[in-house]
Nanobody, 117 residues
Framework: VQLQASGGGLVQAGGSLRLSCAVF????????MGWFRQAPGKEREFVAT????VYADSVKGRFTISRDNVKNTVYLQMNSLKPEDTAVYYC???????????????WGQGTQVTVSS
């Protein structure tokens, strides 16, 4: 299974970005998909997961995770972005819904999101 994340970039505070995670080798329905992020000097942290949809408190109400079974892709729509959202964002796939990075077996390569103030 391969995951390919894209859609990152530089945006001003208050702006929006949509991240995509394309799944190759299996169907997106075979896994519980999630998004994590890692800022410089910090540990990787949970952002959102879909199946049983769960969001980190820090993004609730601003980010939306969704899945397109036809395109075999998972999305993360990010609105009202803040400078503290700056991080490398990773998509991940696992056998069950979890906010723990260790519970996910497959990871994308990461895509950089930078929010300027």
């Amino acid at each position: 299974v391969q995951l390919q994340a894209s859609g990152g970039g530089l945006v001003q505070a208050g702006g929006s970005l949509r991240l995509s995670c394309a799944v190759f080798g299996r169907t997106v329905r075979d896994y519980v998909m999630g998004w994590f992020r890692q800022a410089p000097g910090k540990e990787r942290e949970f952002v959102a997961t879909i199946s049983r949809t769960v969001y980190a408190d820090s993004v609730k109400g601003r980010f939306t995770i969704s899945r397109d079974n036809v395109k075999n892709t998972v999305y993360l729509q990010m609105n009202s972005l803040k400078p503290e959202d700056t991080a490398v964002y990773y998509c991940a796939a696992g056998p069950y819904s979890s906010t723990r990075a260790q519970a996910h077996d497959y990871w994308g390569q990461g895509t950089q999101v930078t929010v300027s103030s």
